[in-house]
């Protein structure tokens, strides 16, 4: 086919993409220096960038995703693995299958749904978490969660208990799967235990997979605000506040369209800072 | 050593179950307190008790209905237009030579790096300037562009993996290069393209902050911003809440009991492997 038959099926996706693609991140990078208000623009040098540093609120909320994103991040990679290592070391394949599907089943509850599910589960009145403190006898321990400030983070940490993501469980047993058995083996016969195991053969073979899902966490978690939009609009005061949504409320709630584009360029900021140390350290050594 | 890792089957099997179930009891209780009328709820909120109600489900259907229909609309439309233009783009990248090819290739995989943060307030602009705020094509056309990117992405993988000798023999007979991808191309890659679909429907039906955004009307709401709406008016409530939640959710069980198969086979083979 004629090089020019080429360009000409790839046109459609390419105007799509100038338009809806590659427009709005260089308007949002050049807007991010201007006071804006989605029509008037006044040209304004750093001082968006400047003001970010001030701002009390965005300071709350990195504090707030770093510790939400450290802790939530950590927690889904190590409970997928640990599942996907007991599904590895389970000797029946119809059961192995079995898991695997059970696990992914909750992907098709919709991010709204499971979300109310945990407002739900939160509720001071009729919650099933208070349910269960009472059934244990430990009223004392009750709470509004996700109204007091001293809770609320907290219960934003744990939504998605028990942090168990199908896709990554499905991702790191393909990566054990790739392991030689004899290799394993040898090691029992050695004398290795458990832990051992895990951290002298699967662990090393396995940091391909781990990379790349950790990045991929990395990047979701830095991001998201769906949960705190839905389940506490950052309160009570700032206490769940994180950068994202702190960018939608300065946009739509006060205008300030061109400060909250400086917003969003900081998180990607972060983002790629974030990403490339984690491909820094992370080194697979063998490239499987 | 093989006795000990039998002696093992045992406690993985209850560990796995436990988590199983700290997984699905809210989705169960979802599923039981829908059929509870607000007395039952009251006495036993968490049993499973008779009479079981249906009146919940038939008091919040008219108002789910419609915004379930919308989803519906904007999960296909998006769903067709990525899967026609990834297609096409993908083929063309993964099976022809021409120059700036790979330059090419890499102008649109950088976009993966671009983060829905940077790009959400621009893109609201965009689509107030063109005239669609407050319509359908504001929904569909953003998503079609941002969801073909990773189409490509996983596409082109996949299409480079074909043997070149089915293409070869097709040409030989006369085959030219829109039916290679028709008869051969497309057949072979059911797969992959069927992982696409779910993918991509599985983020429109996700999708909360940009339909809030663009839309207005409460005729045009999808589920998501639909359902918080629901959500306030019957706050405490629980059995139409949670009627309305299980409507929100049967679909994509459905999709998913259609497409697992698929979808495992397609994530465990191809594109992703690291």
Known sequence: MASRYCYLALLPMFVFLIVFSYYPPVTALWRSFFDWNGAQAIFMGFSNYLEL????????????????????????????????????????????????????????????VSLF???????????????????????????????????????????????????????????LQGLSTSVIESAILEGCNIFQRFWKIDLPMILGQVRLLLILSLISEVQSYETQFVLTNGGPGTATMVPGLHMYQVAFTYGRLGY??????????ITLILTWVNMRFIRPNVDA | MLVSIRKMQLPIHIILIAFLLMIFVPVLEMVNISFKSDTQFDHNPWGVEAPFQTENY???????????LNTVIYAVSIALGTVFLACIS??????????????????????????????????????????????????????????QVFGIFLLKAFFEGLPEELF?????????????????????????????????????????????????????????????????????????????????????????????RLFVQGLTSGALKV
């Open chain 1, 53 to 112: 540093f001030q701002d009390k609120i965005f300071l709350r909320a990195v504090g707030n995703i770093a510790k939400l994103s450290l802790f939530r991040i950590l927690a889904i990679n190590i409970m997928s693995l640990l599942v996907a290592e007991l599904l590895f070391n389970l000797k029946n394949d119809r059961a192995r299958r079995f898991y695997q599907v059970a696990f992914l089943i909750p992907m098709v509850v919709p991010t709204i």
């Open chain 2, 168 to 260: 070869e023999a097709a040409r030989v007979d006369g085959a030219d290069s829109i039916r290679c991808f028709f008869y051969i191309g497309l057949p072979l890659s059911k797969p992959i393209i069927g992982t696409l679909v779910v993918i991509n429907i599985l983020g429109t039906w996700n999708n909360i902050i940009w339909p809030r955004v663009v839309l207005s009307d409460d005729g045009l709401f999808p589920l998501t911003v639909g359902l918080m709406q629901f959500r306030q008016l019957f706050y405490t409530v629980w059995g139409p809440l949670m009627a309305g939640y299980v409507i929100a959710s049967i679909p994509l069980i459905v999709l998913f009991a259609l497409a697992s």
């Open chain 2, 58 to 68: 038939v008091a919040v259907w008219p108002m789910i209905s419609g915004y379930l």
């Open chain 1, 260 to 269: 909250a584009c400086a917003i969003g360029m900081v998180i990607f900021a």
């Open chain 1, 117 to 175: 599910l945990w407002q739900f589960i939160y509720d001071g009145q009729f919650g099933l978490l208070n349910a269960l403190l009472k059934a244990l006898g430990l009223e004392s321990l009750q709470h509004a969660w996700l109204g007091e400030s001293t809770t609320a983070l907290k219960a934003l940490m744990f939504v998605g208990f028990p942090w168990i993501v199908g896709t990554n469980t499905l991702i790191y047993l393909a990566g």
């Open chain 2, 90 to 147: 993908a083929f063309v990248f993964a099976r022809f030579d021409f120059p700036g090819r790979d330059f090419l290739y890499l102008m649109v995989i950088s976009l993966l790096m671009v983060p829905p943060a940077v790009t959400l307030i621009p893109q609201f602009v965009l689509v107030r300037n063109l005239g669609l705020l407050g319509t359908r094509w504001a929904m569909i056309l953003p998503m079609v562009a941002g969801g």
